[in-house]
């Protein structure tokens, strides 16, 4: 017994040294600082690892890069060590600028390390970033933009101005865009936040994602959660994936395979809403008021419907048709299509 107990103190004792000893290092930096005319300037290239890249757009026309290689060690000697196994190659070409941060072969180190890029610039310039295990940060920025992430959360302020375009990939990290026009995005394994969108292509996978508002929206999805407060248009094929719609205005094609689907409300605007499930619970709710045309089917399933609702059922088997015309010809309303099999259909009026 006393054996345990002194091999548990030494291990204590040998823990408290280890913390002692890391608080005792500091952080060495190397640092660079480049700056040219921002006329001079229509792309910024940067690709990194182990850092922060943060681009900060202003009204001056300069292009300011500062890069600080940091190392967290006892002495500015082992710093060394580390800093002259890092260098910062920068290729200039006509109207093009280049930044990488380059490793020497067989790089190594016991140290905590990165390497951060702080720049400042036009807010307009097209910018090309590439970062792997470290964040990305963008603020004051309305360009065209390409951003690909690996283990990077990626961060784009909102401004009084949307994006016009941009091409985004991130792998393991989390999103917060503000405004887009229109955008390409890939997200895997994380969380995803948008506040508005005219024209987006969305691939997630892994991904929990929050839309505020988006006109056009083409999603393809596994394994995800996408909450949707207000759409236009939405095109959808999803595996695994939970749908939510809030408010639906215009068009709707959804195919959802193991998954579940809840339109929570359409408006009297929306032409046709088409929904095709496989083991996916539908659940589209409507207004009480709300004139629609409904078709649709459900196989080992059933469907749930108001009862003051005038719609035609007929049962064959294990599957159940059903429809319903309420257009008029000076008032035309809202085609709902939807298809289910192996889970059941909920039309819901909203009070």
């Not at 006393?2 to 290092?25: D, H, K, M, P, T």
């Not at 292009?63 to 890092?86: C, F, G, K, T, Y």
């Not at 470290?134 to 009084?160: F, P």
């Not at 949707?228 to 709707?252: D, Y």
Request: charged share 20%; proline share 3%.
């Amino acid at each position: 017994m006393n054996r345990i107990l002194n091999i548990g103190i030494l291990l204590l004792l040998l823990c408290e040294v280890g913390i002692s000893a890391q608080s005792e290092f500091t952080r060495h930096h190397k640092t660079r600082f480049d700056e040219y005319a921002g006329s001079s300037i229509e792309k910024l290239t940067i690709s990194n690892r182990h850092g922060v890249v943060q681009y900060t757009g202003w009204d001056k026309d300069t292009l300011a890069v500062r890069i600080s290689i940091w190392v967290e060690a006892p002495n500015p000697v082992i710093a060394a060590e580390v800093h002259d196994q890092i260098d910062i190659a920068q290729q200039p070409t006509r109207k093009t600028l280049d930044y990488s941060t380059v490793f020497k072969q067989n790089f190594f180190s016991n140290y905590n390390f990165g390497i951060d890029y702080h720049i400042f610039g036009p807010k307009e310039l097209e910018l090309k970033i590439l970062n792997r295990l470290g964040n990305i940060n963008i603020d004051e920025y309305y360009g065209v933009a390409t951003i690909t992430g690996e283990y990077s959360h990626l961060k784009i302020a909102r401004y009084r101005e949307a994006m016009p375009k941009a091409v985004i990939q991130i792998t393991n990290g989390d999103l917060e865009i503000g405004d887009l026009i229109k955008a390409e995005i890939i997200h895997k394994n994380g969380q995803f936040e948008l506040s508005k969108a005219v024209d987006l292509s969305l691939t997630a996978d892994f991904s929990t994602a929050t839309i505020h508002h988006i006109e056009q929206l083409k999603l393809i999805a596994t394994t995800s959660n996408i909450n949707i407060e207000q759409a236009g248009s939405v095109n959808f094929k999803t595996k695994h994936t939970n749908i939510v719609i809030s408010k639906l205005q215009q068009h709707g094609f959804i195919e959802s395979y193991l998954g579940s689907v809840n339109i929570q409300s359409i408006e009297s605007s929306l032409k046709e809403l088409t929904i095709a499930g496989d083991h996916s619970p539908i659940q589209v709710h409507i207004a009480d008021k709300l004139a629609f045309n409904l078709h649709g089917q459900v196989s080992n399933g059933q469907f749930f419907y108001p009862e003051n609702k005038k719609i035609r059922i007929f049962r064959e088997s294990n599957t159940l048709s059903f429809s319903s015309e309420n257009s008029s010809r000076n008032k035309p309303a809202p085609n709902l299509i939807i298809f289910n099999k192996n889970s059941d259909i909920h039309l819901i009026v909203n009070q």
